[in-house]
Nanobody, 119 residues
Framework: QAQVVESGGGLVQPGGSLRLSCAASGFTLDNYAIGWFRQAPGKEREAVSCITRNALSSAKGRFTISRDNAKSTVYLQMNSLKPEDTAVYYC?????????????????WGQGTQVTVSS
């Protein structure tokens, strides 16, 4: 059964770093676009980053997305974290062979991992 599972969240001090992982199972990651999203309580879901077959990516400033198809895992490196980065972070996947653009809709969504930036 196809699914994606986030991990790597936790409590970090302002200015610190975290690396989130999105592990895919039940499908081959190679031809899938992976997006990272986040949602804080009372706020709308926000797109953070997206990657397409290692050829096209978008990021939110201090964040960098990467993928390791051999490990069926996509990463989100988060540096210089701020309290306003606190949110539940989700990864999502969609079969997407194009390398020049990310999809606007995703098929598979993870359950999310909590990131809390606080002293």
């Amino acid at each position: 059964q196809a699914q994606v599972v986030e991990s790597g969240g936790g409590l970090v001090q302002p200015g610190g770093s975290l690396r989130l992982s999105c592990a895919a199972s039940g499908f081959t990651l190679d031809n899938y676009a992976i997006g990272w999203f986040r949602q804080a309580p009372g706020k709308e879901r926000e797109a953070v980053s997206c990657i397409t077959r290692n050829a096209l990516s978008s990021a939110k400033g201090r964040f960098t997305i990467s993928r390791d198809n051999a490990k069926s895992t996509v990463y989100l490196q988060m540096n210089s974290l701020k309290p306003e980065d606190t949110a539940v972070y989700y990864c999502a996947a969609r079969f997407w062979a194009a390398q020049d653009i990310c999809p606007d809709k995703f098929t598979y969504w993870g359950q999310g991992t909590q990131v809390t930036v606080s002293s």
